[in-house]
T-cell receptor, first 115, second 115 residues
């Protein structure tokens, strides 16, 4: 596709359930990022993938959060045993690689609501 | 660690007027990128303008310009001839190239352009 695609756009779940959020980056972009945006707040870095290198997981808030990127393209963010404080918009972004302008291209996000 | 501070949670401006959004950052690095991103209600983050730290000349993109003061670690955004479509959240962001490559965001400024 032309841009970063995220699904689902909105997800409502019950506390304790697992959720998966999907990100399809721009074709050819080797770098992929996940950020979390709580209501009215700035963006909190979660995880970063660059090519075949080991991901930078330093932003993951707990071991309930994990992410994978298959085949260097699509990424899935998984949240296990969801809690109410996990409610937020989860934004995915991609960029061509280490070179270039540094600009990140963002998707429209997945809004997660944990009841 | 790098930090980005936006001291104005909310601002408003009359249509066609000029408004300046403030941003300060803290880093010990000498080479870095600075960005302003816009987030309209659609949630998708859009790059407004970027500045490389080694460039002394302030970046300009049509009605948007920055005042980059490296010694003061200040990076303000000026929007001239404000339009209703400029209503959005604006985020200042910082990146060190080739060192993690993640964007560190400020808390955002909500801008309302009034007719």
């Amino acid at each position: 596709g032309a841009g970063v695609s995220q699904s689902p756009s909105n997800k409502v779940t019950e506390k304790g359930k697992d959720v998966e959020l999907r990100c399809d980056p721009i074709s050819g972009h080797t770098a992929l990022y996940w950020y979390r945006q709580s209501l009215g707040q700035g963006l909190e870095f979660l995880i970063y993938f660059q090519g075949n290198s080991a991901p930078d997981k330093s932003g993951l808030p707990s071991d309930r959060f994990s992410a994978e990127r298959t085949g260097g393209s699509v990424s899935t963010l998984t949240i296990q045993r969801t809690q109410q404080e996990d409610s937020a918009v989860y934004l995915c972004a991609s960029r061509p690689g280490l070179a270039g302008s540094g600009e990140l291209f963002f998707g429209e996000g997945s809004r997660l609501t944990v009841l | 660690a790098q930090t980005v501070t936006q001291s104005q949670p909310e601002m408003s401006v009359q249509e066609a007027e000029t408004v300046t959004l403030s941003c300060t950052y803290d880093t010990s690095e000498n080479n870095y990128y600075l960005f302003w991103y816009k987030q309209p209600p659609s949630r998708q983050m859009i790059l407004v303008i970027r500045q490389e730290a080694y460039k002394q000349q302030n970046a300009t993109e049509n009605r948007f310009s920055v005042n980059f003061q490296k010694a003061a670690k200040s990076f303000s955004l000026k929007i001239s001839d404000s339009q209703l479509g400029d209503t959005a959240m604006y985020f200042c962001a910082f990146m060190i190239p080739n060192a993690g490559n993640m964007l560190t965001f400020g808390g955002g400024t909500r801008l309302m352009v009034k007719p």
